[in-house]
Every structure is written in C-alpha cells, then in structure tokens.
C-alpha cells in the first residue's frame, strides 16, 4: 500500500468534490472523493480508491490501493483496509466492544480490525471490532460478523455463519471436501483445502 503526500497549495493528483471536506494530505493519485464525505486528518488512503457521497474516515485509518467505500460507509479508527477491498453501501464497522458514553477510551484502548485484500463486505452488513475478514473472503448483505473470517470464505446471516468458499473470480466454488482440489466451474481456477484453510493451488 502506498500513499502521496500533496501540499494543499499545489495541483492535487485526486479528485475531491467540492462539497466533500478533507483534511488530511495523505491521498494517493486518480482516488475519487464525493459529495459529503469526510475525510479526517491522520486518515491515509492510497491511489485509485473510491469514496461514495456521505462516507467517514476518522484519523487513524488506512485504506490500501484500488478500495471501493460506497455510500453512507464510516470507518472508525483502528481499521485497516487493504488492495482492492469492496466495503457494500451502508456496512458497519466498529472498534469498541463495550462502549459507553460516559467512559472515554483513548485510541489504543480501542480495537484494531483488519479487512484483507481483495475482500467483499456487503450492504449493510456489520463488522465486530477486533476481527480480521481474510484476502477474498465474502460477507453477505446484511451479515453480522462476531469472528474472524479465513481467506476465501463465504459468510452469510446473523450471527455469521459459514456457508462455503467464494473463488477469486467472485463466484461461489462447489463443495471441497478436507485434503482435496476443487475446480470453480466459471473460470477454471484450482484450489485446495486443507487444514489451514483454502488456498489456490500452487500457492505457498
């Protein structure tokens, strides 16, 4: 993940709405900033995202390169997004497990979650803080996601369950059974699954 540092008095390499309101410097190049989003001091965001009419970034966050954030998405301090991660209309993320309005925690009291490359989060779906969802995983619309997600898997209902794999080309794999391969039937692709999880073939 890469990011550019822009001096405001210069010609910016992104586009900014102008009735969004950025502060922050650290954008990178051709990323797109619409009509009422946010974008807080601290938040780095790398080259080529998109970032939907009414989105938040709050300081701390970092969105890797090619991230799509569409309409009404808040990302709270402590996330970490990376390459090419789809976050679905109105989604939800958290980072504080038991808050209270009248007990103020400071930023390292609060819960890291990560969102792995390549990964889908649907709309409306609701992620717990403290979680990592794996490189090509797939959360369903509307899914609420209380554990951590392996790569590759295919996640739906409330709380989450796991109901398969979902194939890099974003179709859903048939079933795998434990120690062996399997075909996507849309693009041909190889993957095994073994007891560390799924993982193309071939790959380390």
Known sequence: MSYVQTDKASEKSYFVHPRALVESDAIGPRTRIWAFAHVMEGAKIGADCNLGDHSFIESGVVLGNNVTVKNGVSLWSGLTVEDNVFLGPHCVFTNDRNPRAYIKKSVSELLPTVIRSNATIGANATILCGLSIGRYAFV???????????????????????????????????YISPGTVGTCQHCGRQYELGPEGLRPTGEN
């Open 140 to 174: 369903g619309a509307g899914t609420v996601v209380l554990r951590s997600l392996p790569d590759f898997a295919l996640a739906v209902g409330n709380p989450a369950r796991q109901i398969g794999w979902m194939c890099q080309c974003a179709n859903r794999l048939p």
